[in-house]
Every structure is written in C-alpha cells, then in structure tokens.
C-alpha cells in the first residue's frame, strides 16, 4: 500500500511537547467524539464497571464521560501541561505520584480515582505497569505515532488488552502525498497486518 512520503516521516516527542505549549492543539476535540457515541455500546458490550485504556490520550473530555458512567479509565500523554488542563479543566482534584518503573514518570490520579493519567512515552507502559483492559477508545493514537514505530505500538496495545477486549479505533482516509502528517493515513489493510 502507498503511504507517500511518510514512511519515514518522525515527529519527536519534543515536537509534541511543543505543540501543546504553543496550542497548537487541533486535533483536541472540546466535544466528546460523535463516533464514541454512536459506537459505545460496541465498546462496553453490555458490561458495566469496565477498565479503558487512552493511548496517547491528551485532555479527552471523553475520560471523564467514561468515568462519570461508572467505568475506570487509564490514559498515557507525554506533555504534563495536556494532563493537568485535562483535571483543571473539569474541575477534578487529583494527586501526582512517581511512577517507580519508569525514569521521570508520573501518575496523576483524580481523588476519587477512577481516572489515572501516566505522563511518560507510551512505550514505556506495560500490563506490568498499568494493568490489562477491557476496552481501547484509539481516537488519535495510531494515527500519530510515526509510521515506523506502528508494529511496536500495535503490539504494545495487543499486550494491554484482556482477550475479551473491545478496541475503538478511529483513523483518516485521504492522500498521503499532500498532506505529511500527522494525522497519518494508516490503510485498512496495514490495519489487519497491525491487529489481525
């Protein structure tokens, strides 16, 4: 399948940190996600007190939306500011701790802590760390990690998940050789190579 140029298109961690710093944060949706709505019944299967993983999660107000449902969720940013904006955001107060695996991590976590945000890379997680999860909402994750680290994170993410796992995914159909990313294009069939 044709990526265009990005196949070996790399967006550093520094680059990101600096795009929240600069709010320079488009892909931040300030409304929950319609295609969340439309598919959460797919995402909770009927069940009730669930554990969801937000890879690269930012300040998703669909955290809270889970949260306030009932549910447990997890999310991993690397930029603390996206982090802290989230809980200040809506006015939840929180603790911060070190994460003792991780070199220089830190786990922010709502008082009543149903909610914990991991501020490290995400490669840096493992069920060891973080647990497994019932359910993925993948709403712009796939689509920014570069296209060559894609095996890595999608193997990391099948490593998380409970075998009777749901996983959302969400990503962008459009021509890879006008636009460099990110969002990258990821096509369907390299979506079934990455995820079977």
């Not at 399948?1 to 931040?28: A, C, P, Y």
């Not at 069940?47 to 930012?58: A, E, K």
């Amino acid at each position: 399948s044709d990526v265009g140029s990005q196949r070996d298109r790399v967006v550093t961690e520094e680059e990101w940190l600096q795009k929240w710093e600069m709010g320079n944060i488009g892909f931040h949706k300030e409304q929950g996600h319609p295609l969340l709505q439309k598919y959460l019944d797919v995402l909770l299967n009927g069940r009730n007190g669930l554990r969801i993983f937000f890879p690269l999660c930012g300040k998703a107000v669909e955290m809270k939306w889970l949260a306030d449902m009932g549910h447990s969720v997890v999310g991993v940013e690397v930029s603390e500011q996206a982090v802290k904006e989230f809980f200040s955001e809506h006015s939840l107060p929180y603790c911060e701790e070190p994460v003792p695996e991780i070199s220089g991590a830190k786990m922010f976590q709502s008082t009543s802590g149903n909610i914990s945000l991991y501020c490290c890379s995400i490669y840096d997680l493992s069920s060891s760390i973080v647990g497994k999860f019932d359910g993925v909402w993948d709403r712009g994750a796939l689509v920014a990690v570069n296209p060559r680290d894609r095996e890595r994170y999608a193997s990391l993410m099948i490593n998380l998940v409970e075998k009777n796992s749901s996983y959302l995914l969400v990503t962008v159909s459009y021509d890879p050789n006008k636009h460099k990313g990110p969002p990258f294009y990821v096509p369907e069939s390299e979506i079934k190579s990455l995820f079977g």
